[in-house]
T-cell receptor, first 115, second 114 residues
């Protein structure tokens, strides 16, 4: 089945720095890639997504890049703030048969932003 | 914003015990999901449902049963709990299961099986 891998598993940066979180997947039938954020003690929340017919999507300080050929995504966060401290999850949604719509999550990247 | 409420928030049981985790969503969403979150594995889908009375098997269903009694309520049952089921459990709902569909998560239930 689909395997989603994220790197790095953790990041510690100074406030104001930019960070890059990498994500790779294995199943070429994956067509939709939402990202979720889990702040300490809080529920997961959707932050950004991209479809396989796109290469780039940006919202505020988040930029999501997608490379269909290499099955790779990267989430770029600029001007980090302590409020960005959270676990970030990449996920992939397969668009085929019985697996239609099922989300497969990566293990998460823990980001700590030091004031 | 979508509201998904889980109960209890914390639960401790013993090996072989019987546990029921509850989830209610008040957004008229069709789909509901149960995930477990473990360090190093991310979230893994246990069971999901697309309506009252429906149940679909996820990726890690062994040892779990689920039941969707109404559109709002989805339960996860551990009838013979084992230490390997110690985990953080999340319920989620979505309007549909197709692409471009956002999941709304509950706050989680932390289960410890001693």
């Amino acid at each position: 089945g689909e395997q989603v891998e994220q790197l790095p598993s953790s990041l510690i940066v100074q406030e104001g720095a930019s960070v890059l979180i990498n994500c790779s997947y294995t199943d070429s039938a994956s067509v939709y890639f939402p990202w979720y954020k889990q702040e300490p003690g809080k529920r997961l929340q959707f932050i950004i997504d991209i479809r396989s017919n796109m290469e780039r999507k940006q919202t505020q300080r988040l930029t999501l890049l997608f490379d269909k050929k290499t099955k790779h995504l990267s989430l770029h966060i600029t001007a980090t703030q302590p409020g960005d401290s959270a676990i970030y999850f990449c996920s992939a949604c397969i668009d085929r048969g019985s697996a239609l719509g099922r989300l497969h999550f990566g293990a998460g990247t823990q980001l700590i932003v030091i004031p | 914003e979508a509201a998904v409420t889980q109960s209890p928030r914390n639960k401790v049981t013993v090996t072989g015990g019987n546990v029921t985790l509850s989830c209610r969503q008040t957004n008229s969403h069709n789909y509901m999901y149960w995930y477990r979150q473990d360090t190093g594995h991310g979230l893994r889908l246990i069971h999901y449902s697309y309506g009252a009375g429906n149940l679909q098997i996820g990726d890690v269903p062994d040892g779990y049963k689920a039941t969707r009694t109404t559109q709002e309520d989805f339960f996860l049952l551990l009838e013979l709990a084992s230490p390997s089921q110690t985990s953080l459990y999340f319920c989620a709902s979505s309007e549909d299961k197709y692409s471009q569909n956002t999941l709304y998560f509950g706050a989680g239930t932390r289960l410890s099986v001693l």
